[in-house]
């Protein structure tokens, strides 16, 4: 019989461990610690405001996590900076989180249970990422769509659903934010067909819901949404929260209104091809997506402005036409996502109708901005790298008048009042070099006679 091997026992004792890992406590969700804590005693020079500590519960109900790895990739504020309160004035973040959190099993949930509970000795937010599945059908064949946590009823433990925990800790939380499409709108669980009842975090909590501090269901949308725009929100959330900053600015439904106010199209990267007419036909092209099945122009998102992840990518900026997965109505509401919107055939109509006149005007402006005016003098462009076409007399003699149109009533370039010419002793151009009146190019500038300007 093989010799039983017994491990020896680690020589990390508790009290060694709690002081080994004192570092990454910051980064763990007890809520027991922190309540032994007295709170803001560490960086307390940091720390702004009355509310050193706010515990932030994160729900997850139908969701696929895709908003939280987006949070994960904020960088303005990132987690990091609202987890160890970097940010002067806005409250260290104790995160409690399904996935994230350090603890699991009952110490997880004992955290969410101690805020249910109302013993707490700080405010917390609710964080819901994913939609709420209406758990009495669930319920109908014993089942359950989304829990965590299990409770006792009538001597069998059963799963708690996370709507259960947005029931108990929303009336005591000082802001509920719905992350993502799912939570603030129903999102892809709820489009037509689906077997849950699936709803938004607002058709739950109802019109009627506001929470202790006041205020309704704050909605950050997206599919996943840009993990800035949310930080950037919870940020503002606290600073209010903690005396230091004004309400933010929320729209009608909820939205931060100074992130979701303008449309894709408003901020696109490709809407100068739209204004010109110019359209793409293939995934993969440069210019605007709209024939392809673009809903910028009605969608009401910011990626293109921020980009995803520390303003880099973002779908127009990356080749992806917009699927409106910020707005209420996604998705059933933009399908088919592969065909053009019925709106877009009218706009781009126009544009393209427009863009036909206004374009080789622009090319003609563009043909003469880019020369030298002394290439002009010389008819001539002494570049090495190809034959630049002279513009011909018609384009020259319209460009004469364009200029003409450029300068009217205005002041024209370069020195043009005699006062001007004779400025400090020194004799410089009065108009550019080469044309009537000015110096030759070689004689540069020349000791004179100062000649009194107006001023003298
Ligand atoms: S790609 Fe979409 S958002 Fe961008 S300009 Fe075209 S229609 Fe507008
Ligand atoms: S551009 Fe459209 S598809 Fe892309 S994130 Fe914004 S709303 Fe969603």
Known sequence: ??????????????????????????????????????????????????????????LAGMSCDGCTVAVT??????????????IPGV?????????????????????????????????????YEGSIANESL????????????????DGQNKPIPTSAWLKRLAPGAAAVLAIGTCATWGGIPAAYGNPTGAMSVMDFLGQDYV?????????????????????????????????????????????????FKDTVHQQCVRGGFYEEGIFAHHYGDKECLVEIGCWGPVVQCNITKRGAINHYGGCMNTGGVCIGCTMPGFPDRFAPFYKRSPGSTVSSTASRTTGSFIRPLRRLTMQFQNREPLWDLKDQVP???????????LKKVTHFFYEKLQHFDT?????????????????????????????????????????PGPED
């Not at 929470?211 to 949310?230: K, Q």
């Not at 570049?383 to 007399?393: L, Q, R, T």
């Open 1 to 58: 019989m093989a010799e039983q091997v017994t491990t020896p026992a680690s020589p990390l004792i508790e009290a060694d461990v709690e002081e080994r890992v004192g570092a990454v406590d910051w980064l763990t969700s007890s809520a027991d610690r922190e309540m032994k804590k007295a709170p803001g005693e560490e960086r307390a020079g940091a720390l702004l405001g009355p509310v050193k500590v706010v515990h932030a519960y994160w």
């Open 73 to 86: 990739g904020a960088t303005a504020p990132s987690v990091e900076d609202l987890l160890i309160g970097r």
């Open 91 to 127: 409250p260290r973040v104790v995160l409690h989180h399904p996935v994230t959190s350090v603890e699991s099993g009952e110490a997880f949930m004992h955290n969410y249970e101690l805020a249910a509970e109302g013993k707490l000795n700080t405010p917390y937010v609710v964080i």
């Open 138 to 153: 669930a319920s109908e064949t014993g089942g359950y769509w989304c829990g965590m946590g299990v409770e006792t009823v």
């Open 211 to 259: 929470s202790a501090l006041g205020l309704p269901v704050i909605n950050v949308p997206g599919c996943s949404p840009i993990g800035d725009n949310f930080t950037e929100t919870v940020n503002a959330v606290l600073l209010f929260l903690n005396g230091l900053g004004p309400l933010p600015e929320f729209d009608e439904l909820g939205r931060p209104s100074w992130l």
């Open 383 to 393: 570049s090495g790298w190809g034959h630049i076409d002279d513009p011909g007399p």
């Open 411 to 451: 002041e024209t370039p370069g020195r043009t009042h005699s006062y001007e010419q004779y400025r400090d002793g020194y004799k410089a151009p009065g108009t550019r070099p080469g044309q009537t009146g000015a110096p030759p190019v070689h004689e540069g500038l020349q000791p004179h006679h100062p000649e």
